[in-house]
């Protein structure tokens, strides 16, 4: 959504002639990153065999830089920052050896949120154009920088490393962050061809002279250099926007996922060994994001399947103020509230069971909250619960949760309310409601159903990563 020539989209391997600054590097980094949350979500179960793997990772203390001002933990799910870097040193210098002494900057930044009891795990990306509050940092030359009230999200990387990405995203989103995984984009061609290719589907034929991608409509597995070019093309697909690449690079993040978990390339040792040592090779954690550490998490993760695997976008939309940035929506604090009150594996309760059971009960949802879509979202999760549901439209803007009914449905209003958050005092009867029938009218504080089976409720937009290739496309 940048507008300035600054910002170009490819990256030479090769600059026989001075270049302009250029963050192509971004998407390169979307694919490293798809692949630490592959070695987080599986491959570390073999950890007693390929323990030399895990020496090639770098590792960076920010506890310190942190401070002790930090959210608190409502569950036990765990949270790690995802991020690219653009960094030009060693071997990377190929991308562009003009930009060989520049500060590192990330303009990929993911939130992998994985769910207590290992059961799903969802990426949250931030888009690089996000105007944000970004705090006081420590920079890397030791220093403080200033508070910024207004600034560009990419830019808390380059003033404070990884520490400084971490306390704007807490401070946005009230999420305290466990851990960060950091890459850069040389070992991009080896962890594609690695796992044997990725599977995608294009639209239409792409020529495109810029990123060297000659491809025809329909599906293909791309490795090595022709994936590099695929996730390195813009205007050749899509309507050039960041926000339309996003959605493209996390099906592509999700489909080599899906092919890592589902084709026994992570209980493959001869598949195994050159995709770990091409991911952990451009690799740097916390110093508490152990080896040990990293193994534990993923046994706890063992029985997720790759359909369990979601990528969203952090809800956003244009900047009133700037046509070329974005900044968050009213649907975004709901959000994260949803993802700090994540409890996918529900406690036993030791209420006495409803009396009336929800498929016993229909339900209209109405949206009070002022956020677009969110009755539908709502009436999926009291789908998947069981409940009959139809969605009514919009109601009177409102903060508070309702719920109403008709003659004969008050047992039935006592089943749906006990599973809503924000609880109300008592569910209301209405003179004017349809007999037998429970309105549900959602407040803006609403943030997931109690005990749902799904955890956060699903979002618009949002992609898994054993979705059809060809969807949407």
Not at 28 to 40: D, E, P, R, T
Not at 344 to 357: G, Q, Y
Request: a positive charge; one cysteine or more; charged letters at 20%.
């Amino acid at each position: 959504m940048n507008s300035n020539p600054m910002y170009m989209e490819y990256v030479d391997d090769a600059d026989p002639q001075p270049a302009p600054r250029r963050r192509g590097w971004r998407i390169l980094g979307w694919v490293s990153i798809g692949m630490s949350a592959v070695l987080v979500a599986g491959s570390l179960t073999a950890y007693g065999v390929y323990r030399k793997a895990m020496g090639n990772i770098n590792h960076e203390d920010v506890n310190a830089q942190l401070g002790p001002n930090r959210p608190k933990k409502l569950n036990s799910a765990m949270n790690i920052l995802l991020l690219g870097s653009d960094t030009r040193a060693g071997a990377n210098a190929s991308y562009g050896r003009s930009m060989k002494n520049d500060p590192p900057r990330s303009d990929t930044m993911i939130l992998l949120h994985l769910s207590p009891g290992g059961s799903q795990a969802m990426g949250i990306s931030f888009p690089r154009d996000l105007m944000v509050h970004i705090p006081a940092c420590k920079t890397h030359a030791g220093g403080t920088s200033p508070d910024q009230p207004r600034a560009q999200i990419n830019s808390a990387f380059t003033t404070g490393g990884a520490a400084c990405v971490i306390k704007t995203i807490e401070g946005l989103s009230d999420v305290r962050i466990d851990h960060f995984m950091q890459v850069d984009f040389t070992g991009f061609k080896a962890i594609t061809d690695a796992v044997g290719g990725v599977p995608v589907c294009l639209p239409k034929d792409v020529n495109d002279p810029k990123s060297k991608l000659h491809l025809s409509r329909g599906k293909h597995v791309i490795k090595g250099s022709t994936s590099l070019a695929y996730v390195r093309v813009r205007h050749g697909l899509g309507d050039g926007s960041d926000l339309d690449r996003i959605k493209r690079q996390q099906k592509f993040m999700g489909a080599l996922a899906n092919k890592a978990m589902s084709k026994g390339v992570l209980s493959n040792p001869t598949k195994l060994i050159p995709l770990m040592n091409a991911a952990t090779k451009s690799l740097t954690t916390d110093k508490e994001l152990t080896p040990p550490v990293m193994l534990k998490i993923a046994q706890g993760m063992q029985g997720m399947t790759s359909g369990k695997l979601r990528f969203v976008t952090a809800p956003s939309g244009p900047d009133p103020a700037d046509p070329n940035r974005v900044v968050l929506t009213s649907a975004a604090q709901p959000f994260f509230a949803a993802v700090r009150n994540d409890k996918t594996v529900p406690s036993e309760s030791k209420t006495a069971a409803p009396k009336i059971k929800p498929e016993q009960v229909r339900v209209r949802v109405y949206n009070g909250s002022g956020i677009a879509g969110q009755a539908s979202r709502v009436a999926s999760d009291l789908e998947a619960q069981g409940f009959q549901v139809t969605v009514g439209g919009n109601a009177s803007r409102t903060q508070s949760t309702k719920v109403m009914y008709g003659s004969g449905a008050d047992q039935q209003a006592g089943t749906l309310t006990a599973l809503i958050p924000s609880r109300p005092a008592a569910a209301a009867r209405t003179t004017g409601g349809t007999p037998g029938v429970v309105d549900l009218v959602v407040g803006s504080n609403w943030t997931a159903l109690k005990n749902a089976k799904g955890g956060i409720p699903e979002q618009q937009g949002e992609i898994r990563a054993n979705d059809d290739i060809c969807k949407g496309a």
